[in-house]
């Protein structure tokens, strides 16, 4: 079962993804970003996150794509801030060349490939992109154009898809 939770910043899609597994024992919560020190504002959000989970829950810091290839239940919070990553990992900020475009690429593709072959009961979260306006630089272009794909690309093959609006749940499929 796969099940990915769209919604804009502050929507509440992260704590609706929560209320969809608190029921399961053994959840692993994949956060792809450990926060920055340097920023006390991102470190007290993650902080916030951190201290919303269970205890029974493990929390593995990670963007290795081959983590969603596990058995029991996974919720990744978030594929923004995997995406993001993905990108300073790759070098598309800096470059805009064809290498750097295809890094991205490669590992855009293998986040969704592990996502369709994962055995587990995976719940995703994201921020939905497209309704805001265009941003002004092309890195932020390329951001918003890179994670609107991967949405698009992880709701094709989910099992449910839905969007958070004001802490509103709305299903989309």
């Known amino acids: 079962m796969r099940v990915l939770v769209l919604g804009g910043s502050r929507s509440g899609k992260s704590a609706y993804a929560e209320q969809l597994v608190a029921d399961r024992r053994d959840v692993l919560y994949l956060a792809a970003s450990s926060g920055d020190p340097s920023d006390p504002e991102w470190a007290a959000r993650v902080a916030a996150h951190r201290a919303r989970r269970p205890a029974g829950w493990t929390t593995l810091e990670t963007t290795a794509p081959s983590e969603l290839l596990r058995r029991g239940t996974v919720l990744v919070d978030s594929v923004t801030t995997w995406v993001a ?89």
Do not use: Y
């Open 85 to 173: 990553a993905l990108m300073d990992e790759t070098g598309v900020w800096d470059e805009a060349d064809a290498a750097a475009l295809g890094r991205l690429g490669d590992r855009c593709d293998a986040l969704v490939t592990n996502w369709v072959m994962t055995p587990a009961h995976v719940v995703a979260v994201s921020d939905e992109v497209g309704l805001g306006v265009v941003p002004e630089t092309r890195s932020g272009r390329l951001f918003r154009d890179t994670l609107g794909t991967v949405n698009q690309r992880l709701a094709a093959t989910a099992d449910e898809v839905w969007f958070v609006v004001a802490g509103l749940p709305q299903r989309l499929r």
